[in-house]
């Protein structure tokens, strides 16, 4: 029976590192994915109301505009950045570690609300 429950944890041992080869792990962000189309095309694109519409959910658009207009303004588009995702939650760092957003998205893949942590 110790011989099953040892060969079991070595095995499961085994495969986590090989999965964690394959996605890496980052510290901020957790398991690196390669994230939602849409999420991602939104990040490398030049924030506009164009942007809203593509990517806000049509119920969250005015309160996104006063909340985060400034913000997005001030670091879209995003050049380089990586992506972590569980759910309906996606949260993404750019190459700097500078920023982190993250962002809750609807069964579209729209976004219904977003955070922001951007670092000096």
Do not use: C, N
Not at 35 to 59: N, P, T
Not at 82 to 90: F, T
């Amino acid at each position: 029976m110790k011989r099953l429950f040892a060969s079991t944890l070595l095995f499961l041992f085994a495969l986590v590192s090989a999965l964690a080869d394959i996605w890496p792990f980052d510290d901020d962000i957790g398991q690196i994915t390669e994230g939602r189309s849409a999420v991602l095309a939104a990040f490398a694109e030049e924030y506009s109301e164009k942007w809203i519409e593509a990517y806000v959910s049509e119920d969250y658009r005015q309160e996104f505009r006063l909340l985060h207009e400034d913000r997005l303004s001030s670091i879209l588009p995003l050049d380089s950045f990586i992506v972590s995702e569980e759910g309906d939650e996606i949260r993404i760092k750019d190459s700097t570690g500078a920023v982190l957003i993250t962002v809750f998205t609807d069964e579209s893949s729209l976004i219904e609300a977003i955070s922001f942590q951007v670092r000096p």
